[in-house]
């Protein structure tokens, strides 16, 4: 691609080297008559650097209307926003623009058995999953119809004694526990047999799921899942709790229709979206459209300290007196939820949610604590365990997924090792965990690869699995792993190539060390929340240098960086190997600029993602 007077050539060549994916980048510059080549040094670039190539049409026609930067032009426009009225929307999230919730198909009917419910006075058992997005979708539900309803239970399976979904026990469980309608959320869409046994015992089932839809279904009073074929819902990559939020929606607008409301208060859902937030953002949802709305609404709810449960978890994390954003949600809130349903009880995290005590809060906040940091020795083993073996085999790069299997393994953390592990290796990753000649297998992809998709060409060799595009989990007897881990891979060397699995760095766009300023974070500030599908901005500078580079923490590599008449401070986090590869001159840097205070002061600092080091030659 040619770039102003710069030609770049890429030519990459993608091997594993303890997990760092080595690139190669060659570039070539026509300078005062002679031939420069400039060639990086074989370590870095880390990651193959890609870029947009938005109109200038479009970025033009953003900055005349909207009056922004053109960096953020830029960034819009890469990001496929091109008009105004979209890029207005996108910049002010707001909860006027959410989708009718009735467009959800089978909505209707799940409200109406509800109603029904409440107008009989049946109880309700709402049945979720042990994850963040499975824990805050039951405290939503439970806390809302706890209000109209008295008789609310709920039941979250134990992960090890029963495992993920509704299952016979827990239904006879609920049934005798008095309950005739059971309400599911994330999960219920592959569980056919236990729906058919609940309705056999006398019990209703309604399924509240965002999972992939099985060629058979439950037959369930009432199924909202927005990725059913026929369903006209807009967005599609709702986690669990936002479907449960939407699903609120509904019942109050039926309610009032009948005048439920006449003699109450009014319920403002407002008030539940810090759940929410924490659960799209603990099922690592696409933060677009209804996610993002929801996050960026949820998120300031749990800065203000609104809810008791959310307070003491911010206490026991040291964030108390911190704005809330969804990096600090995502590695201080997020993980010490999940770990109750990784390797204690799920319930404590209910609890913790629901609670109006405060005393209360922080102990159960205390375990939740306890619980992360077990959860965290043992994946750190699990994790250290799993790349000497890779390190040991040189075959590994040929590989288009990495499976491993072992009895050691708790099956409530293997999840977390796997996403580590695809990130690493920028591969699928499926870990299982063993015990009486079966296994228990959680599985994470890569962009380039629908895991969900792949298991279902493999269904023969599995007893079961579920899940979506990029998170799944199975069960498999001990003797067809291997088969099914050939099977799998020679799937995904059919639809994708060695090439698809190179990690990469999304350049937004190019800019000086002059062009970042206050003013400009401000701005970037609104494309906020981050997550998946709408990442933190990367801007590109060339030619730069560094300076009074240190290691710092936990390996991390701090420097100045200067260029173009002004210098920054800037962290490269886990790079301090690379300390004495940046000194040469011209340096292309790949970062995130970023507010970091301190001690009470703030200043702007450079969160580096990526640096290309240049070695001069002249011909």
């Not at 109603?115 to 405290?139: C, L, M």
């Not at 953002?281 to 800065?303: A, H, Q």
């Not at 201080?332 to 949610?353: E, K, T, Y």
Request: glycine share 6%; proline share 4%.
């Amino acid at each position: 691609m040619i770039k102003g007077s710069s030609i770049y050539y890429e030519d990459f060549n993608s091997l594993l080297d303890t997990g760092a994916h080595i690139c190669k980048m060659m570039h070539t510059k026509l300078l005062t008559g002679k031939l420069k080549i400039f060639v990086s040094e074989t370590t870095l670039p880390l990651t193959q650097w890609k870029t947009a190539e938005p109109s200038q049409a479009v970025q033009d026609n953003l900055i005349k209307e909207l009056g922004i930067h053109p960096i953020l032009s830029r960034i819009l426009a890469g990001r496929d926003i091109l008009n105004p009225d979209d890029a207005k929307r996108y910049l002010s999230p707001s909860l006027g623009d959410l989708h009718n919730p009735f467009l959800l198909k089978g909505m209707h009917k799940a409200v109406e058995r509800v109603i029904r419910a409440i107008h009989n006075q049946e109880r309700i058992t709402v049945y979720g999953d042990y994850d963040a997005d499975g824990i805050t979708s039951v405290a939503v539900l439970v806390k809302f119809l706890k209000q109209l309803h008295p008789a609310v239970d709920y039941y979250i399976p134990d992960r090890i004694l029963e495992g993920y979904g509704l299952n016979q026990i827990a239904v006879d469980r609920i049934r005798q526990g008095g309950s005739r309608l059971i309400i599911t959320t994330d999960c219920g869409i592959s569980d056919y047999e236990a729906v058919s046994y609940a309705r056999a015992m006398g019990l209703d089932t309604v399924i509240l799921d965002h999972h992939e839809v099985p060629a058979t279904i439950p037959d369930a009073v009432a199924i909202v899942n927005p990725n059913q074929s026929d369903c006209s819902f807009p967005f599609k990559y709702l986690a669990a709790v936002g479907i449960a939020f939407n699903f609120l929606i509904a019942l109050r607008s039926l309610l009032r229709k009948e005048g439920f409301w006449a003699e109450r208060k009014y319920p403002n859902l407002r008030e539940y979206l810090d759940l929410v937030a924490i659960g799209t953002i603990g099922d690592i949802s696409p933060m677009v459209d209804e996610n993002r709305i929801f996050t960026k609404v949820g998120l300031e709810l749990i800065t203000e300290n609104r809810r008791i449960g959310m307070a003491a978890l911010k206490e026991i994390c040291g964030i108390e007196n911190q704005v809330i954003d969804s990096g600090k949600a995502s590695f201080c809130l997020v993980p010490r939820i999940n770990a109750a349903g990784r390797i204690g009880s799920p319930l404590d995290a209910v609890r913790l949610l629901l609670t109006d005590n405060i005393e209360e809060a922080r102990d159960l906040a205390k375990k939740l604590d306890m619980c992360n940091r077990k959860r965290q020795a043992m994946e750190k083993i699990i994790f250290h365990e799993i790349t000497a073996s890779i390190q040991e085999k040189s075959d590994i790069h040929k590989k288009s997924v990495l499976v491993f299997a072992s009895p050691k393994w708790h099956p409530g953390v293997i999840g977390i090792v796997a996403s580590r592990l695809a990130d690493r290796y920028c591969r699928p990753a499926i870990l299982i965990s063993l015990k009486d000649g079966i296994g228990k297998g959680s599985g994470r992809s890569v962009s380039a690869f629908n895991i969900y998709e792949g298991l279902k060409k493999c269904d023969s060799r599995l007893l079961t699995y579920g899940g979506h595009r990029f998170a799944a989990g199975i069960s498999i007897k001990e003797e067809e792993i291997q088969a099914f881990t050939d099977q799998l891979d020679a799937i995904i060397k059919e639809e994708a190539t060695l090439v698809d699995f190179v990690s990469h760095t999304q350049i937004d766009a190019y800019c000086q060390l002059s062009d970042v300023t206050h003013a400009l974070l401000s701005e970037l500030d609104k494309l906020a929340p981050y997550g998946s599908q709408n990442p933190e901005p990367v801007l590109c500078a060339r030619n730069v240098n560094v300076s009074a580079s240190s290691i710092v923490g936990n390996n991390h590599l701090r420097m100045r960086v200067n260029g173009d008449g002004v210098s920054w401070n800037s962290i490269w986090f886990s790079k301090g190997h690379f300390l004495n590869t940046l000194s040469a001159p011209h340096l292309d840097i790949a970062f995130t600029p970023q507010i970091n205070s301190y001690n009470g002061s703030s200043d702007i600092q450079l969160k580096m993602k990526d640096i290309s080091v240049q070695t001069l030659m002249t011909i």
